[in-house]
Nanobody
């Protein structure tokens, strides 16, 4: 399974970005799919996750600003990010669990300028 993340970039505070993560390979029965991020000097943290049964969890810091969605026909998961803040600056990674194994994308950098 390979995950290709894209959509990061430089945006001003208050702006928006949409990240995409396209999955390829042997993907069956996705258990978990989501986005994590890692800011400089900080541990990786969960941002938004879709679990089995379409249960969605957001980090408290992004709730109401970020929206995760998935298009199973395209094997792609998205993260729409609105009202971006400087604290959202990080490398964003997509993550997928299928058949009990976890896979990470390569990361895409989001930089929010204040």
């Amino acid at each position: 399974v390979q995950l290709q993340a894209s959509g990061g970039g430089l945006v001003q505070a208050g702006g928006s970005l949409r990240l995409s993560c396209a999955a390829s390979g042997s993907i069956f029965n996705i258990n978990v799919v989501g986005w994590y991020r890692q800011a400089p000097g900080k541990p990786r943290e969960s941002v938004a996750v879709i679990r089995e049964g379409s249960k969605i969890n957001y980090a408290a810091s992004v709730k109401g600003r970020f929206t995760i969605s998935r298009d199973d026909a395209k094997d792609t998961v998205y993260l729409a990010m609105n009202s971006l803040q400087s604290e959202d600056t990080a490398v964003y990674y997509c993550y997928l669990v299928t058949r009990g194994s976890g896979y990470w994308g390569q990361g895409t950098l989001v930089t929010v300028s204040s």
